[in-house]
Structure formats: structure tokens, C-alpha cells
């Protein structure tokens, strides 16, 4: 169900849900090619090379951007390249560059650096892919109708989810609230879907610096050491950072917040592996290709007969945080905050 700091398992970047079936947008059609106009609603033709549409002025601003504007933008940031986006989107590659063109016209912002043959999103492309996929998460929900008898609390983690508590939290949200189901989904990025609207909140390790997300520290607990069990580690009762350095780390780049600067400048580890998920993790702890460092939580959700872990004594904690959105979300979520302070406390 959950999984360490360090493992995970690789998040597709600009990953969004797919689209429910009864949708009033329709895919990437084509936008002016030229002007500064909003795209036209997809059943009209664009206008020629240069002209105005006179016959049809252009929507209010507030209607210019539809959805298939952004799963155009979508499909492009997780492709990385506008052929394949069209394959998946079952369009053409003018159609999608169009479309995507239209959009940065609309936002004035370049999204798309395309100086290589490989796209890649500016920094205002990143910022605009999560407000993108929300936007069209928050729709696709809304079209559920699955989830319209009944609306589940959906809860992310990113890995070892309320670490001792989590069995509690679960229980005792049945017991008090049968009629709202508290899902628990393990996403693996670094907000474990929040920023991407995929969940209501998130329990997360370590400090989040997504924009538009509030937090709230609900405990902190140690680290551990991660090393090979029949290695000269696994026998002592308590390890060191520098007691790691002389052979590889392996980290977790996707959801990780284990770094190199977790050590001092004048002590970081020889050498690093990065790897993309728990097994892989587990495994080349296993194998003896280099050691680990995750929350304490890790050593009871995810034993291994060859991995061995090890309190650190001189690594900071790690402070488990309840995070959500900043604005109106699922009305149950301060029954869920009350919960789990509650649990914090009883211990």
C-alpha cells in the first residue's frame, strides 16, 4: 500500500486522468494561424492566412480556453514531443500545434521551449502543467457518475502513508463517517497528485514547496538506514551519517527528499545511485550495490529479507505533513484534520 522515502515508483510527468465519457470539449482543433485572437470554438472553420473571421467576433476572454486546449498542452508536456502527443490525442500534428500555439497567444506565456527537437516546458510551462491538470481532473470528476451517490475523500501519499497510524486513521474514519469512503491512493510524485487535482489531500514527508498548497505538520519522525542485511552495517545497534559515505546512496529522485545535501559539504557520499522504484530500491540495497536512508515508518511498512535498517543518530527528522489545496475543496477535510490530530495524540 505504501512505500519508503527514498523508493518509488516513477511519476509520468504531465500525467492526467482519463477523460470521462459524457465531456462537452472536444479534442485539439485548429486556432488561427494567424493573430491574437482566441482559438474559435472547434465547430467553426478558421479563417484564412491573415484574416479576420467577421462573421464570428471572438468569444468573451473568460471563454477563449476550453479543455481541449489544455489536454493538447497536457499530452505534449508527458510526450515531449508534438507527434506523439497527436498520436495519443488520435490528432494531427498541425492540429495539436495549433492548439497549443493558440493557448500560449491566449496566456501570452511561452509554455513550450521548442529550441530542440525534444520540447521541453519553461518554468512557466511547469507552474500552468499542474494548474492544467487539476482543471481538468476537477472536470472529469464532476462528470463521474460514479461519484455523484457518494463522494469520497481522496487521500495521497507519495510512501509509508501515516506510517504507525495509518491502520488507526482508516478505522476510525469508517466507524465515524460510513457514508463519506476515505480513499487512500499512493501516488508517486513528489505531492502525490495534490498539485495535479488526482487527490483531495496528501500526507507527505518533508518540506513541500508546490505553490498554492497549505500544510500542516501532523508529526515527525526519525531516519533509518537502509543496508544490505548480511553486510558489516546491518550488525550495529545504531549508525551515522558518515557511516554511509564510503559507498553508493541510493536515491529516490521522483518523490525522494533524500539528498546528497543531507550530508555536511565537506562529507557527502562518494558515490550515488538513483533509482525509479521500491523494488528496484529494495533490491540494489539487497544486492549490496549501496545503502539507503528513509523515514523510520519505512522499516515496519516495507521488510525485506536483505535489507537491514538501522536508526540514524545524527539525521534529522522528518516532519509528516497533512497538505491540501488553498481554496475550497471536499467539505469533509476538516473532520479528516481533527481525526488525525486525534490519533497523533493517543499515540
Not at 481532473?137 to 506510517?163: C, I, N, V, Y
Amino acid at each position: 500500500m505504501s512505500r519508503p522515502e527514498d523508493p518509488g515508483h516513477t511519476a509520468s510527468p504531465g500525467h492526467h486522468p482519463t477523460p470521462a465519457t459524457a465531456q462537452p470539449d472536444r479534442g485539439p482543433g485548429p486556432a488561427p494561424a494567424t493573430g491574437h485572437h482566441p482559438a474559435p470554438a472547434a465547430h467553426q472553420a478558421d479563417p484564412a492566412p491573415g484574416q479576420a473571421d467577421p462573421g464570428h467576433p471572438p468569444p468573451p476572454a473568460s471563454r477563449a480556453v476550453e479543455l481541449r486546449h489544455l489536454r493538447a498542452f497536457l499530452a505534449v508536456a508527458e510526450e515531449g514531443n508534438v507527434t506523439r502527443a497527436a498520436a495519443h490525442l488520435g490528432l494531427t500534428q498541425p492540429a495539436v500545434s495549433r492548439t497549443l500555439a493558440a493557448l500560449e497567444r491566449h496566456l501570452g506565456l511561452r509554455l513550450v521551449d521548442r529550441s530542440t527537437h525534444h520540447l521541453a516546458l519553461t518554468p512557466e510551462g511547469v507552474v500552468f502543467r499542474d494548474k492544467a491538470a487539476a482543471a481538468v481532473a476537477a472536470f472529469d470528476e464532476a462528470l463521474d457518475t460514479g461519484r455523484l451517490r457518494q463522494w469520497p475523500l481522496r487521500l495521497g501519499h507519495a510512501w509509508s502513508a501515516f506510517g504507525p497510524y495509518t491502520t488507526p486513521l482508516l478505522r476510525a474514519w469508517r466507524e465515524r463517517h460510513p457514508a463519506t469512503p476515505l480513499e487512500l491512493l499512493r501516488i508517486d510524485d513528489r505531492t502525490a497528485g495534490l498539485t495535479r487535482g488526482e487527490v483531495d489531500a496528501a500526507l507527505l514527508r518533508g518540506p513541500v514547496h508546490a505553490p498554492g498548497l497549505v500544510t500542516e505538520v501532523l508529526f515527525t519522525e526519525g531516519r533509518v538506514a537502509a543496508v544490505t542485511a548480511d553486510g558489516p552495517l546491518a550488525s550495529r545497534t545504531s549508525l551515522r551519517l558518515a557511516d554511509l559515505v564510503d559507498g553508493p546512496v541510493i536515491l529516490n529522485t521522483v518523490s525522494g527528499i533524500t539528498t546528497p545535501e543531507l550530508w555536511p559539504p565537506h562529507a557527502r557520499p562518494a558515490a550515488t545511485l538513483t533509482v525509479a522504484n521500491t523494488d528496484d530500491w529494495l533490491a540494489a540495497i539487497a544486492a549490496g550495490r549501496g545503502s539507503g536512508v528513509s523515514a523510520a515508518s519505512t522499516a515496519a511498512v516495507h521488510p525485506h529479507p536483505g535489507v537491514a535498517y538501522v536508526p540514524l543518530d545524527d539525521a534529522p527528522g522528518v516532519p509528516v505533513l497533512l497538505v491540501r489545496r488553498d481554496g475550497p475543496g471536499h467539505p469533509a477535510l476538516p473532520k479528516l484534520a481533527a481525526l488525525a490530530r486525534e490519533i497523533v495524540a493517543r499515540g
